[in-house]
């Protein structure tokens, strides 16, 4: 089982429409991360949680420490919002520089 | 400047060559990441610099050595590859103040072996 999953794998919705992904975790952990990768792969971090929620924008991402659930929701969406969206992990490891565990992304694609 | 360097963007290898992948920041980071990205599959952790120390290195093949000559730069040097390994390779680095730090990715090196 990996220690992140991510739902839904494929998602295609209209222009306006408010999207929500959501990100599961079966780990401990120090912190969370929402990330977004455009085709030809450059990444961008979005979001990095520990608790509660940000703001970004039309950007939300909020998480649940106690079910290990996190979600990235879109407003307004927009043709330009269309990427993979990428849930990942950072499992402390006590030396402050601890590499990203991935979830397998959420392919979204806006229509006009 | 939160910009993450890597040359070259594509590189086309034999399985009998030597080459090397170069990363560069000067946001002043002090952790360095090497992931490893599959086509249509989320990157894989392959190696961490802290303090241009190799702190951690998931098992893999020899074939792929790290360096990390000083704090601003992270090579990855590749030796007898196999086609297997062709893939976008992507350095990304961090501040390790604090427990966790955002981490800022290069645009990736995409690597064919034939």
């Known amino acids: 089982k990996n220690e992140v999953e991510q739902s839904p794998q494929n998602l295609t919705a209209q222009e306006g429409e408010f999207i929500t992904i959501n990100c599961s975790y079966s780990?401990?952990?120090?912190?969370l991360h929402w990330l977004q990768q455009h085709p030809g792969g450059g990444i961008v971090s979005l979001f990095m949680?520990?608790?509660g929620k940000k703001k970004h924008g039309r950007l939300i991402a909020t998480i649940n420490i106690q079910e290990k659930h996190s979600s990235l929701h879109i407003t307004a969406s927009h043709p330009r919002d269309s990427a993979v969206y990428i849930c990942?992990?950072?499992?402390?490891?006590?030396?402050?520089?601890?590499?990203?565990?991935f979830g397998k992304g959420t392919h979204l694609i806006i229509q006009p | 400047d939160t910009e993450v360097t890597q040359t070259p963007k594509h590189l086309v290898m034999g399985m009998t060559n030597k080459k090397s992948l170069k990363c560069e920041q000067h946001?002043?980071?002090?952790?360095m990441y090497w992931y490893k990205q599959k086509a249509k599959k989320p990157p894989e952790l392959m190696f961490v610099?802290?303090?241009?120390?190799?702190?951690i290195n998931e098992s893999v093949p020899s074939r792929f050595s790290p360096e990390c000559p000083n704090s601003s730069l992270l090579n990855l040097h590749l030796h007898a590859l196999q086609p297997e390994d062709s893939a976008l390779y992507l350095c990304?680095?961090?501040?390790?103040?604090?427990?966790?730090?955002?981490?800022?990715f290069g645009a990736g090196t995409r690597l064919s072996v034939l």
């Open positions: 610099y802290s303090y241009e120390k190799l702190s």
């Open positions: 780990v401990g952990i120090s912190a």
């Open positions: 946001m002043g980071h002090r952790a």
């Open positions: 949680l520990s608790s």
């Open positions: 990304a680095s961090s501040s390790p103040r604090g427990i966790v730090t955002i981490q800022y």
């Open positions: 990942a992990v950072s499992k402390y490891s006590g030396g402050g520089a601890d590499g990203l565990t």
